[in-house]
């Protein structure tokens, strides 16, 4: 396993514009999650797939926010039209429940974007 | 929704002392976690705990799963200054809900060890 990643590593926008953010999960655990963190907070759920199914989706996930799984393997999280309160790190995560009979999430490095 | 509360929010100690901090929450949990984050980087995992009473070791490190499902500690023994980093715990729920699988997070606690 080489282990989830996550690019870019960081990134710096202005207001009103779109970002987007790729995760490459650990190759055949088929459930993908995505996590916001905050400066002093732990990590905020966002949102999970279960292969290409997005399953759950926090109050936390306004409309401008949306994330796809189109495949099952790789997910992009997008966010238009940033805003300053949008500056965090978002975390990428990913488990094989199928195959370990556990849920247990092994994290990305993060993406940390910053909205000025 | 669920929250944990973690303890003590930092501690600094002397490089080969004993650390313990630990974990509360008003909601049952099926699984604990505990994550170790450095700066700019994902959490990384330490201890999974999967059932109440467990008591798990890795290395250094011991973790225990409280038999009331609300609460865990984690044990950090003979600290060095790669410990430095902030901790943190997650719970689960039960996979019969629909959040099954996700994590809940305390606020971590910040560990810094003096050489």
């Known amino acids: 396993d080489t282990g989830v990643s996550q690019n870019p590593r960081h990134k710096i926008t202005k207001r009103g514009q779109n970002v987007t953010f790729r995760c490459d999960p650990i190759?055949?655990?088929?459930?993908l999650y995505w996590y916001r963190q905050t400066l002093g907070q732990g990590p905020e759920f966002l949102t999970y797939?279960?292969?290409?199914?997005?399953?759950?989706k926090s109050r936390l996930l306004s409309d401008r926010f949306s994330a796809e799984r189109p495949k099952g393997s790789f997910s992009t999280l997008e966010i238009q039209r940033t805003e300053q309160g949008d500056s965090a790190m978002y975390l990428c995560?990913?488990?094989?429940?199928?195959?370990?009979?556990?849920?247990?999430?092994?994290f990305g490095p993060g993406t940390r974007l910053t909205v000025l | 929704g669920q929250q944990l509360n973690q303890s003590p929010q930092s501690m600094f100690i002397q490089e080969g002392e004993d650390v313990s901090m630990n974990c509360t929450s008003s909601?049952?949990?099926?699984?604990w976690l505990w994550y170790k984050q450095d700066p700019g980087e994902g959490p990384v995992l330490l201890i999974a705990?999967?059932?109440?009473?467990e008591l798990t070791s890795n290395g250094r490190l011991t973790a225990q799963f409280g038999i009331t499902r609300k609460d865990s500690f984690l044990n950090i023994s003979a600290s060095i200054p790669s410990d430095v980093g902030i901790y943190f715990c997650?719970?689960?729920?039960?996979?019969?809900?629909?959040?099954?699988?996700?994590?809940?997070f305390g606020d971590g606690t910040t560990l810094t060890v003096k050489p």
């Open positions: 995560a990913s488990s094989s429940p199928a195959r370990t009979s556990t849920d247990t999430q092994y």
């Open positions: 190759s055949e655990h088929n459930r």
């Open positions: 797939f279960q292969n290409e199914a997005q399953l759950e």
């Open positions: 909601s049952i949990f099926n699984t």
């Open positions: 705990l999967y059932k109440a009473g």
């Open positions: 997650a719970g689960q729920l039960l996979p019969s809900n629909t959040n099954a699988g996700k994590s809940t």
